[in-house]
């Protein structure tokens, strides 16, 4: 018996199809190229699961109110570390939600492994965060014998906001360029901080204790903007793919 096919699902100008493709933009799933006559033809078949895009913005954002609540702890304004630890089981949360969508979806609005990687690296961020508060918790907090950390601390501000201005862009994946271009700016700018915080440590104007101290913390800090620049790395090799 024949098998009638929902006109919805197919182009017909005349001439022959190919088999579907498994990756394709935000939203469907798009077959191979389709050749009919002289006109090459995508189709869109299956509609994705595009509830991945409000999780990432979640991510990004929890990723943001973190780096904000630790600049409000080493500009002095508060010693309470409730809110980020907060942020932290927040953002295991959103993790744990994306990964149980990505096992249960059968069709995902990019390739698996990079919404695994994208998810990783967002928890990442505010694992490092709170790994940085964590850490002064262990000495003194005299924050004047190292002003660089505020100068990173603002800086990783600006890149969580950058980051979740890109995340906002990840469904059309168009217009991330600027945003890409600002987080691979702001690290730069971050790695300087650090290396002047380095030389700071190794002048000799501090005790031996001070010193391993401050270098826990700072390292710790540069981590998170390194984990920054990760994910912007990430997005983009998704834009990359997609294009």
């Known amino acids: 018996m024949p098998v009638s096919l929902d006109p919805r699902l197919t182009v017909a100008i005349g001439g022959w199809a190919s088999e579907p493709s498994r990756e394709g933009p935000p939203g469907f799933i798009i077959p191979k190229l389709v050749r009919y006559g ?5 189709f869109r078949l299956l ?11 979640d991510a990004a954002t929890n990723a943001a109110d973190c780096t904000r609540r630790l600049r409000e702890v080493l500009n002095g304004t508060t010693t309470d570390l409730g809110a980020i630890i907060a942020c932290e089981h927040r953002g295991d949360e959103i993790t744990r939600d994306i990964l149980r969508r990505l096992n249960s979806s059968f069709v995902t609005p990019f390739d698996r492994e990079d919404i695994h990687v994208l998810a990783e690296n967002l928890d990442d961020v505010v694992d490092d965060v709170m790994e940085v508060a964590l850490r002064l918790e262990l000495g003194t907090r005299d924050f004047a014998a190292m002003p660089e950390l505020k100068d990173i601390a603002d800086l990783l501000v600006e890149m969580a906001d950058e980051t979740v201005a890109l995340m906002a862009r990840l469904p059309s994946m168009k217009e991330t360029g600027p945003h890409l271009d600002a987080i691979d700016r702001l690290e730069s700018e971050g790695d300087a901080r650090y290396r002047q915080a380095l030389a700071r440590l190794y002048s000799g104007e501090l005790s031996a204790k001070a010193m391993l101290y401050w270098k826990d913390v700072v390292e710790t800090l540069e981590n998170a903007l390194n984990k920054f620049e990760d994910v912007s790395d990430v997005v ?8």
């Open 38 to 42: 002289a006109r090459s033809v995508r």
């Open 47 to 57: 509609p994705t699961d595009d509830r991945f895009f409000p999780l990432f913005n």
């Open 236 to 243: 983009e090799g998704i834009v990359l793919k997609h294009a």
